[in-house]
DNA sequence: CTAAGTGCAAAATGTTTGCATACTT
DNA sequence: AAGTATGCAAACATTTTGCACTTAG
């Protein structure tokens, strides 16, 4: 159902390269670009929709209201929730305890079922001064 | 520093009274057209990121790749976070020591500040389905 | 009276689509 | 060979901007 194209592949890796980062549809082309390689726009925007329905990549709106895409899939990500500065972008996989109790106490009380790949903290990390509020 | 102008009362009005939906900008402009107020679209957006920026709304993205926006100050609601369901669009506040707990274990684990105003938790609510799985 | 907000139309931005061609399987 | 992906350019939707005018404080 999805061919493995060379396109794919690059897009792909530079969301992997850049997994710390979040990038726009613009910067990735840029990237491409760089590296001598051209990818048309339409492309970008078609396998970034599929990257996202396969649970690869998210996608999210920045403070500056640009929306975004990030990798989050390494090894088992399945698990994780994730962190976002709203000021750097860094981004931080998160599990445990504290998350698990509190999913299974929204689905208890209210039937609610949390998405973990929709579902992204945004905050302030350490270095923005997140710690000192 | 913020004048309160009768555009500005009915656009917060028809959030208000939608509190429990997302609205686009277009179905804002509608909704006040129908009752025959005519807003100007910039002034849609406009009196929008003022409202975000008061923390009065909050605004995400769907599914569908639409900016939705959704009144959000209710009552005590500065220590709500919100549940929004990817299905219907409802909105649901929540608060608690689960809440409370996950919150300071991010803060004294990875000194991130979660932004509860910016955080939104996305799944399914309980007639979308999110009980049953 | 001054600062802030408004409406219109135009411009800019970001994203999607149609279609002929090229690539994967 | 069939199904899917690509690139281009055009179309589209959404949001922002400039400017003259109005309104709130």
């Known amino acids: 159902m999805n061919y493995n194209t060379k396109q794919r592949e690059l897009i792909l890796n530079c969301l992997m390269e ?4 979040h990038l ?17 726009q339409a492309t970008i925007y078609r396998t970034l929709e599929k990257l996202i329905k396969e649970n690869i990549i998210i996608k999210y709106i920045t403070k500056d209201n640009s929306a975004c895409y ?3 899939a390494d090894d088992n990500c ?5 962190l976002i500065c709203s000021e750097c972008g860094e981004l931080i996989h998160i599990k445990g305890k504290y998350l698990d109790r509190l ?4 689905q208890n009380e209210y039937g609610f079922l949390i998405d973990k790949f929709r579902t992204v903290f945004y905050g302030k990390c350490k270095s923005c001064g997140g710690q000192t509020k």
């Open 18 to 21: 850049n997994s710390d980062k």
């Open 70 to 72: 990030q990798y989050i």
């Open 78 to 82: 399945v698990m994780h929730n994730h």
């Open 24 to 40: 726009n549809a613009f910067e990735i082309m840029e990237l491409l670009k760089v590296k001598k390689i051209n990818v048309g």
């Open 103 to 106: 999913s299974e106490h929204i």
